[in-house]
């Protein structure tokens, strides 16, 4: 089969021929009809945060079908143990042997891949490959982050990329307000948010026109965190979803006080999973996607850090 190769961190993929995998207990063998880019896979091309082996297959987004035809998501998640505290409580998401597709076992930026069948998923019909791909991680995660933020009804989006411009979608469905913060001058992507239900969008260094009561940080700028606690009503919190981040910088306890909060969400549960996706196509979440073929896989990294595109972009093999 071929692949895009991630062999060293801060260097192209590769695209090359590697041997067919085979699935070993538990797993199930996939065709990979598409999948989707995240910020996590750029991160880990651009040496942001650490690689656990090498060579690796990047990608964590996988829409594959087995050999008996079946289509199937392959999540993020790919391995929990089953038995420590966090996987006993509900929060596998946590799991401390947990092991993650596209960096820990090898991803879908290749015309096969292999997944342990627990961790897969059934897609909702009526949408396609390319569309229903990038849910399966800016759409979880971002539903979990969205989760995070309670009952919040006037809530902050920084950074409308894949996983914002889907949960924007979902967010307006359930009743709330949604309020997209970007670079200054990306107007382009100010009037994206605003046709997908965003009732006010501007630059990231401007105040809302009324305090919020929840803000979510896709973006991996952390003086982020501080705008977005400083345009908070009483009571409100900064959800961070990204994987890595910017240094937070220093600011007044005045920002935190008067039970404000800033909290983290990492990776998601097949809970969650299950949830998003049964929720999607009841929105429906109409996903804007920018697709590549397996060569230019390199490019779609490039173009996801230049914000070339608006939306989700996916690798179809
Ligand atoms: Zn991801
Ligand atoms: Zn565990």
Known sequence: MLAAV???QG???????????EPGP???ALSVRACGVCRTDLHLRDAEIEATKLPVVLGHQIVGVSDDGERLGVPWLGYTCGHCKFCRSGRENLCLEARFTGRDIDGGFAQRTVADRRYC????DGLS??????LLCGGLIGYRALTMTG??????????????????QLAVHQGRRVFAFTRPDDTRTQEFART???EWAGSSLQAPPEPLDAAIIFAAAGPLVVQA????????????????????????????WQERSIRSVANLTRTDAEAMLREAPQVPIRTTVSTYPLAAAEQALADLRAGAFEGSAVVVP
């Open 151 to 168: 009952d919040a009804e006037r809530v902050g989006l920084y950074g409308f990329g894949s996983a914002a411009h889907m949960i924007c």
């Open 121 to 124: 998923f059934a897609l909702p």
């Open 229 to 256: 606690l400083r345009v908070l009503d009483r009571g409100g919190t900064v959800v961070c979803a990204g994987i890595h981040m910017s240094e937070i910088p220093a600011f007044s306890y005045d920002d935190l």
């Open 26 to 28: 538990g797993q199930i």
């Open 196 to 198: 997908l239900g965003a």
């Open 6 to 8: 991630l062999d060293e």
């Open 11 to 21: 260097q192209p993929l590769r695209v090359r021929e590697l041997p067919d995998p």
């Open 129 to 134: 490959d390319e569309q229903v791909a990038p």
